[in-house]
């Protein structure tokens, strides 16, 4: 028997929640305070294996495949492309998800969220806890 592996498949990730777009207002309204919290959720970039947190702050870890070899969706590829320099461009980073999604021209943190739960299914980063 033929195993099959899938290395790169977008169309099981609802691509359209990567942008403003893909969340009505009535969405947004009934869940303002959860996608507070969520902007306010900090990415450790060289954090090591051993990171044990931030007192008081929802953080964390991200490590990022600095070769990932395969396709990405546009919004995908854009927050590859802030994630990567992140990581090799400093000994230690702090972000968040607001500031990330600012970045992104983003007016929705869900969209920011989706695509990096995108990117972590897909093997480009690690660590990403919601």
């Known amino acids: 028997m033929t195993e099959i592996h899938i290395e790169n498949c977008q169309e099981n990730l609802s691509l ?7 969340y009505t207002p009535e969405f947004l309204k009934d869940h303002q305070e959860v996608d507070e919290e969520l902007s306010r ?9 051993n990171f044990e947190g931030i007192a008081g702050v929802e953080a964390c870890s991200i ?11 546009p919004g995908q590829q854009k927050a590859y492309e802030l994630l990567l320099p992140l990581q090799t461009g400093s ?9 990330l999604a600012e970045a ?5 943190i869900r969209a920011a969220c989706k695509r990096l739960e995108n990117l972590q299914s897909l093997g480009v980063i690690k660590g990403l806890k919601f």
């Open 16 to 22: 359209y929640l990567e942008h403003d777009s893909g």
């Open 41 to 49: 959720i900090v990415l450790v970039f060289n954090g090591g294996d």
């Open 63 to 73: 490590s990022v495949d600095t070769d990932y070899p395969w396709n990405l969706s």
């Open 91 to 99: 000994v230690y980073a702090l972000t968040t998800i607001g500031k």
């Open 104 to 108: 992104m021209d983003l007016k929705c």
